[in-house]
């Protein structure tokens, strides 16, 4: 894998990394801000619900970065290749049903990164 790959994996990875902390700590602080069509009353009652997801977020983020540590080429592409697939399917579920923003942050900058690996 070659490098401008490899940065938008770790930019990606990052995200996920961010996600992560801000569904599972910061739901309830930054959840009305990042979600402002949402009603306020409802981050406490679905606390439990974002933690789950920042987990699976989590498995993402560590899923890319994991690719990046393959040696193998071939093997590390492949890796890279399934988990942007997940965030890309991630994202388009989520800005159907959440937030359309969400095809922006996730959607997009995994395609770009999918597109990368193929032509590298």
Partial sequence: MELLPKIFIGIIAFLHLYIMWFEMFAWESRGPKIFRNFPKDL????????????????????????????GDENWSDNIALFFLGCIAVAGIYGALTADKKIIFVQTIPSFIAIALILVS
Wanted: aromatic share 14%; no cysteine.
């Fill in 43 to 70: 981050f406490p009652k679905t606390k439990a619900l974002a933690a789950n997801q920042g987990l699976y977020n989590g498995f993402l983020a560590a899923g890319l970065i994991w690719s990046l540590l393959i």
